[in-house]
């Protein structure tokens, strides 16, 4: 390691306080070396550069003859990652996870095996005194056992150079000692170990001393009661214990020279990613975990506005089915040829009575078509008994209730020898029923007179209650259209038919094919179409804008639930600023900090589309229980995985701005604060 004309400022305000005044320095592989000075001398500054944790503002800093001057966060990342380990006064452990976990940190962002990691960690654990504390998370620990377990931790990847910065500062004398011991044995296998403090007895235990004042090397001299390093213990593979538990007795840990780098079990680059993905998952969780209540009322915004949506859709859906039901039930592929010129043409006003019964029949021959009923309207004085009311008299074909989806409550429909024979035979709807026979249950075989033409009634249409069809209140009469044609209007010409088209054929297709076939007969376009599956293509059309409107409200409160995830993950960066400090530490790099925080969010939000699905399912079977038929709310898959993605996309979208200040956060700051 070698530092030429290092310079370090802080800018603080307007002024630029200089820490470092063109320090030169080299250190060689396998020294221990102590940096002392008072506080604010500038050794922890001088520390955290030779660690990568920060950089100089100018000169230059070699390791193992590399300049770091140029390279870039990720790549000082991997600096620290495979030749550094860190010994801090505070230990910087990690609370949430157990000692074996804390010391693995390091191995996970150098992508080694999971089942070697594991191994390794225990081995350094128990080699340090620490088998039985494997499980015990960092405040079931004393100040002794944590610093041995941030020792552990530092040789995780080999550890070339161990930095410890004051290392026995916040602990009691004896376990001080200990540490210092350990320190010893690691140097006599090799690390090149610097420790900064400001304790004379401490720099005395190093082989060389370095003195900082004022941001200025006093002094670099050699401890003449430094005892050397001995190339027979080294070979015998023994650290010599310490006083208290921490038997060291099998340095064949790989944590001599020959073995710094215990990376021959890696694992592949996807494996890598995978496994730090997995180590971000899993520290995501027991973030969550350890703040219950925020994350519930976190995850609020977002189970609202995925109900909501999922709800609105839902109710949407339902919606619409029922009313394209309704319409099916009257004959979606219908095609109603009218008579007379379209609205708007000149020639409407003195050219009607175009339509006959023969252009029905001509189009009810044609293949595509499954039935044909000609029809024509009048009203007229209708009596029974002593009850007189008008009514609307139709004439209608024999194929009227196949063509229109109309159903019989009771009685019977017209068959061809109705037709034929012009027979006198009715068929009421049920406001003919309420009007003329309140008091007769069952009013088949009663006549009744049409003007002066009686009528036998041979049938009931059951209610209309989907709002389709003929919707007036008046009573109506059918009979059949010839019937009407003589006996009634008399006259040769029909109003319209109505043509049912198969299921198979396009409408408008069909439609254009009627169209050209009237045409081709009158010689003339004196007459209009018009295709019901219009009137289908309409309500979708028009259900679907409205459910897009309503759930373009709902989705506000998705993005007042991202701002609410994207405030607390700013939180959460923010209490595990130190966290964050000793991953960079170890080694992670920015991608791997940024990952954390976005899984952390995307899980909160995913978590809450989970949940505001189920809620929405809980109000949708709550509306089916208590609605009617005509009332329901039908979910949509659709709906539902686009539920999930846009949960998802709301986690990375707002997850992102906290994730990336979490990543740009300086490893020295991030590990100052607590």
Known sequence: MQVSNLIREFIAGEQTIRILHGLNLTIYQGEMVAIIGQSGSGKSTLMNILGCLDKATDGDYLIFGKSVKQLDADELAQLRREHFGFIFQRYHLLGDIDARDNVAVPAVYAGMDNQFRAQRAEKLLTDLGLGDKIHNRPSQLSGGQQQRVSVA??????????????????????????????????????????????????????????????????????????????????????IEPSSIEASTHDANLSTSPHHSKPLKKQKSS?????????????????????????????????????????????????????????????????????????????RR?????????????????QPYVVSVSPQLDTSASVRYRNVQESASISGVGEGYLEVTGEKLAMGQGFDAQSIALRTQDIIIDDNAKKTFFADVDNPI???????????????????????????????????????????????????????LIGNQISTSAAESAIFDLIESRHGADDFRTRNSD??????????????????????????????????????????????IGVRMAVGARQSDIMQQFLIEAVLVCVLGGGLGVLLAFTIGEGINSIGSDNFKVIYSPTSIIAAFICSTLIGVIFGFLPARNAAKLNPVEALSRD
């Open 153 to 238: 931790r530092a040789l995780m990847n080999g550890g070339d150079i161990i930095l410890a910065d004051e290392p026995t500062g916040a602990l009691d004398s004896k376990s001080g000692q200990d540490v210092l011991q350990i320190l010893r044995n690691l140097n006599n296998q090799g690390h090149t170990v610097i420790m900064v403090t400001h304790d004379p007895s401490i720099a005395e235990q190093a082989e060389r001393v370095i003195e900082l004042k004022d941001g200025h090397i006093i002094a670099d001299y050699r401890n003449e009661h430094f005892k050397p390093f001995d190339v027979t213990q080294s070979q015998t593979n023994d």
């Open 349 to 365: 006003a003195y050219n009607d009575h175009n339509l006959t019964p023969d252009d029905a029949k001509a189009v009810g021959n």
């Open 534 to 579: 219009s009137i289908r293509q309409t309500i979708e059309s028009t259900t679907n804008t409205m459910t897009l409107l309503i759930s373009s409200i709902a989705i506000i409160s998705l993005i007042v639930g991202g701002i609410g995830v994207m405030n607390i993950m700013l939180v959460s960066v923010t209490e595990r600023t130190n966290e």
């Open 270 to 346: 996807l494996g890598s990613f995978i496994d730090r993905l997995s180590e971000a998952f899993r520290m995501s969780i027991l973030a969550m975990r350890a703040h219950k209540m925020r994350t519930l009322l976190t995850m609020l915004g977002i189970i609202i506005g995925i109900a909501s949506v999922v709800s609105v859709v839902g109710l949407g859906q339902g919606s619409q089915q029922q009313i394209l039901s309704n319409i099916s039930s009257l004959g979606t592929n219908t095609i109603t040829v009218i008579d007379g010129y379209p609205y708007g043409d000149p």
């Open 445 to 499: 075989g009663e006549v009744m007179l049409i003007g002066n033409v009686p009528g036998r009634v041979i049938g009931l249409l059951e209610p209309n209650e989907g709002g389709f069809g003929p919707s007036n209140d008046s009573p109506t009469i059918y009979m059949p259209y010839t019937t009407m044609m003589s006996r009634i209007v008399g006259g040769e010409n029909i109003d319209r038919f109505v043509v």
